[in-house]
């Protein structure tokens, strides 16, 4: 195969746009996305933020691969805002619309919605979750991880904040709060208008990020090769944006994972008989289609598995959960020491591990998939029922389409009849699947452990590529909780400090 040309004078570069690469390109306004544009807009550093080379928190000794925690429990409150330096800096940054415009001329954001949220929401409102699983200090504010409260408590709706059936242990010592997913929306909306942010997505689908090089740059400028690369952005429309830097912040729901029983039918089958949950979760809320008086089969053992198997019981579906492991109930998607006030030790001990060692603790720590006590309990009202039935530690081992009917034989050699089956079996996290990366993956391949990236502590790339990636796809750097909100707020931490070092437009 012809390998792609890497080397384009600037008016090749122009060609089919009029307009100058930008510094920094954001692909998806999710939250993940929102804490970062955020954080490189809030000057106040956050003494508590989760990263290595915060010395507030960790000591590093590069020379042993050690970092270890300051402190053994929570940071202490002198890393925290108080609520009177929270109001004063939320104020300011209101005020400051001129500066972060100034900033903001330097960077686009593309996400297929064209504003902030849009995919989250629909995630939330396909599966009709109520609250957030992540506790009250996990979200995109740049300044603090008490400013949800102070919202909250300062717009007299404390009834969001829903109590968790947790007991204070030595283990665990809180938080014991989640918000509802209502007050979570809002508090975000509030962050996007401090900062001035409503108008800066644009709706665009990105489908790879190639890296090229100017010859004339190169030559015309004392900039280093690597200084001197540009990334060409292609979108589903054709249309081509030119960026300095690209940070990745879209999560890895675009690569369901299908088992393999099911990959010959997916192709041939429509989404009302056999359907991902991706689908189910990204799809315009039109184009649900409702289970009612459907025998339906959902496979997984997730939090998502459980939010479907609700919601089609609602809708009056009569609903099998197949688990080929036994269930495990949870309150947060992981294990209760990586949420407490050990977390930081957790981290420390984490970052010090070679890779092998971190790719075996994101294993143990993730374990399969879980499901929160408040969701068990209304799936157990069904089975009272007689509308939901459990079977644990079994899986398919067969499917055949007769009529209008799935003939599924499980591992135990039962055979059972369903008219549809949801397929809540996960995401694949790896980037040779992801066709946004398949470019650099032929031109700059990234280090690779088991499909999962070794990206630099910076989460770019690899040094000479400057594509910053977030998410669980940056697991190998962030720990376990990678994906989730905590994890957002420790990439954003990452990448911003590195390009206000860095960067002369964040000056």
């Not at 069904?382 to 389409?401: D, P, T």
Request: hydrophobic share 40%; with cysteine; proline share 6%.
């Amino acid at each position: 195969q012809d390998q792609p040309k890497l080397t384009l004078s600037l008016d090749e570069m122009a060609a089919g746009t009029s307009e100058q690469p930008c510094e920094l390109l954001v692909i998806g306004a999710g939250p993940h996305a929102l804490a970062l544009v955020t954080k490189l807009l809030e000057p106040t550093e956050e003494l508590a933020a989760e990263f290595p080379e915060n010395d507030h928190l960790f000591k590093s000794d590069p020379a042993r691969h050690v970092v270890a925690a300051k402190h053994p429990n929570f940071p202490p409150a002198k890393y925290f805002l108080s609520k009177v330096a929270i109001r004063k800096a939320r104020a300011k940054a209101t005020s400051n619309e001129r500066s972060h415009r100034d900033v903001l001329k330097h960077v686009r954001i593309l996400d297929p919605h064209g504003c902030w949220m849009a995919r989250w929401q629909r995630q939330f409102a396909a599966l009709q979750i109520p609250q957030l699983r992540s506790a009250t200090n996990a979200h995109p504010d740049p300044l603090d991880q008490h400013t949800m409260r102070l919202y909250v408590e300062e717009h007299g709706c404390r009834d969001e904040f829903k109590r968790l059936q947790l007991d204070r242990t030595n283990i665990y010592n809180g938080p014991f709060e989640v918000p509802s997913t209502r007050i979570f929306n809002t508090f975000c909306e509030t962050v996007v208008k401090r900062y001035h942010l409503e108008d800066q997505v644009e709706a665009a689908t990105v489908q790879l990020i190639e890296m090229t090089s100017s010859s004339s740059l190169t030559r015309e400028t004392e900039t280093s090769p690597s200084e001197a690369c540009l990334l060409k952005v292609k979108c589903q429309d054709g249309s081509v944006r030119w960026a300095k830097q690209v940070v990745v912040a879209i999560g890895s729901l675009t690569t369901p994972r299908i088992p393999e029983w099911a990959s010959e039918w997916m192709a041939t089958s429509s989404p009302d008989v056999l359907v991902h949950a991706t689908t189910l979760m990204t799809q315009e809320p039109s184009c649900w289609i409702s289970p009612r008086d459907k025998r339906l089969l959902i496979v997984g053992a997730g939090l998502t598995a459980g939010h479907l198997a609700v919601r089609a019981c609602k809708e009056g579906a009569t609903v099998t959960l197949l688990a080929r492991a036994e269930i495990q109930p949870k309150q947060f998607d992981l294990d209760l020491g990586w949420m407490s006030n050990h977390r930081n030790k957790h981290m420390g001990d984490f970052w010090s591990l070679g890779t092998a060692e971190r790719l075996a603790q994101l294993k143990a720590t993730k374990g399969g998939g879980s499901i929160s006590p408040e969701v068990l309990a209304t799936m157990a009202e069904y089975q009272e029922h007689g509308q939901c039935r459990v079977i644990e530690n079994s899986e398919v081992i067969h499917l055949e389409r007769e009529g209008q009917t799935w003939q599924v034989t499980l591992d135990s050699g039962e055979d059972v009849e369903y008219d549809t089956i949801w397929l809540a079996t996960g995401t694949v996290v790896d980037v040779r699947r992801q066709p946004l990366f398949e470019s650099l993956m032929k031109t700059h391949p990234c280090e690779l452990h088991q499909g999962m990236a070794k990206f630099t502590e910076q989460l770019q790339w690899r040094p000479d590529v400057p594509v910053y990636v977030m998410g669980e796809w940056s697991a190998l750097e962030l720990g376990p909780g990678a994906v989730n909100l905590m994890g957002g707020r420790a990439a954003a931490a990452r990448i911003s400090h590195h390009m206000k070092q860095t960067q002369a437009w964040l000056q």
